[in-house]
Structures are given as C-alpha cells and as structure tokens.
C-alpha cells in the first residue's frame, strides 16, 4: 500500500489507538466491557472490526494492523464512526501478540484475507504458519476460535495442512462461503471486492484440540 501522509499524521490523534497496548494485558475484557473479546490481525482499513462492533454491541473487538497508512486510515473510520468504546485499534505486528494479551484472553481471533506471501522462503510471514498458530493457542480461551477467510486457494490449503499439524481441529469450512447469506458475519474491504468480481471465498473455523483445552 502506498504511504497516505494523513493517515500516518493522524495516528498519533486517534481515539481509538491504544498506544501501550501491554498495558491492558490480561485486561482487555475489562477494558472495553465485554465476555466475549475478538481480535482482527491484519486489519486494513478497519470495516470488519468497525462493523462487526455494530453488529454484536455485546462484544469487544481489537483491530491489529502493522501497516501505518491503512492503520491510520482505519483510526479515522473508528473515530468518525464508532462512537461505542467496545472498539479498540493497535499499531503493530502480530508477532507481539503475546506481549499484549494473556494466555486465554481472546475468544476469536479472525484472519481475513491475509498477505498470501506465495514464496517457499517467506512463508514464515503467513499469518497461519505454524509459529503463529503456538502463539494463538496459547491465547485462544478454552472455547476460543480461529476464523479464517481469504480468496486464495493456494494459502488455504497451506493453512488446512498447519491448522491440522499444530493441535487445532475443524468446526467448519466453506469452498464458496457467500454462496449463501450470511448475515452474521459482514464483509471486509478485500472480500467485497472479491465477491462483487463472482470469485469465491474460501472460509474455514478452528478450535484447540481437547488435549489442548485443559491448559
Ligand atoms: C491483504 S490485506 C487484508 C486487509 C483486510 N483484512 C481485508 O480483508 O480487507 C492484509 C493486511 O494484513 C496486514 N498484516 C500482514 N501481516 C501482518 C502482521 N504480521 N501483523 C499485523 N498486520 C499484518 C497488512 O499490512 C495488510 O493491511
């Protein structure tokens, strides 16, 4: 994505932005008034964090976006839009996920349309890669989940094979998830684009393997 100087200028302005996120570690709940706590990574320009906010007000949802441009740019949508404080931004990489949020914190976690990163030698980068996937079930609650989606049939195999290898287990799965209404789960910037082209989208959901929930 291209620099956008706005964007990057207004971070520092936004409301929204929690600025030492490891201070609200094992907090989070607490913190935006909510039982169940999603977390976005790779969030974009902020439309299913924002709008999934509105669509389950019970909820907290954290947005995490390394990008500074489209983070800023989803900063200002928060601002602008979201006037609720079950909305929370972080400017970082998800690398650090766990200096953030404690060990059974998060119910969901979504990956939507993640970077594919197509070459062997960086597949290390996928969101869904094995050294990811330890990072999240350890922060997954009990019941927590994964959900994933992307247009890319080449990351969602790899994904299947990593979420299969490293203790996770499948709860549902879709080849063509807007085939069907689904009015429960809202549209991100990239899958818009994707579904307006008649591309399908591919979805699959994940939970800790029982041996795994009793940590
Ligand atoms: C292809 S875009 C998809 C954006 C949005 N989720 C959507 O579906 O419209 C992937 C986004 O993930 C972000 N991203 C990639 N790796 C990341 C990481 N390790 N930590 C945080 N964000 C990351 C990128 O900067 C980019 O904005």
Redesign the pocket.
């Known amino acids: ?1 291209r620099k956008v100087k706005w964007a990057v200028d207004y971070l520092s302005n936004s409301s929204h932005l929690i600025e030492s996120p490891e201070t609200l570690k094992g907090q989070w709940k607490e913190f935006l008034q909510c039982d169940t706590l999603h977390v ?6 902020g ?2 964090s924002l709008f999934m906010s509105m669509l389950y007000p019970q909820d907290g949802f954290v947005a ?4 500074d441009s ?2 800023g740019m989803a900063a200002k949508k928060f601002d602008e839009q979201s006037q609720d404080n079950h909305l929370a931004l972080i400017h ?4 650090d996920l766990s200096n953030w949020f404690a060990d059974n914190e998060i119910d969901i976690i ?6 594919p990163w197509p070459k062997k030698r960086y597949a290390k ?1 996928r ?1 869904s890669n094995e050294k ?1 996937l330890a990072q999240y079930k350890n922060l997954l609650s009990k019941d927590g989940q994964i959900q994933m ?1 992307t247009d890319n049939a080449s990351l969602f195999e790899y994904s299947i094979l990593e979420f299969l290898n490293n203790g996770f287990v499948l709860v549902d799965f879709s080849v063509d998830y807007r085939r069907d209404e689904h009015k429960e789960d809202v549209l ?5 684009k994707f579904v307006e082209k008649g591309q399908p989208i591919y979805r699959c959901v994940w939970k800790k393997k029982y041996e795994d929930n009793t940590k």
């Open positions: 994505m976005e990574i790779g969030c974009g320009k439309n299913y995490l976006e390394k990008n489209a983070c970082g990489d998800a690398c979504h990956l939507n349309f993640s970077d980068r969101l990811f989606k991100t910037e990239y899958e818009e």
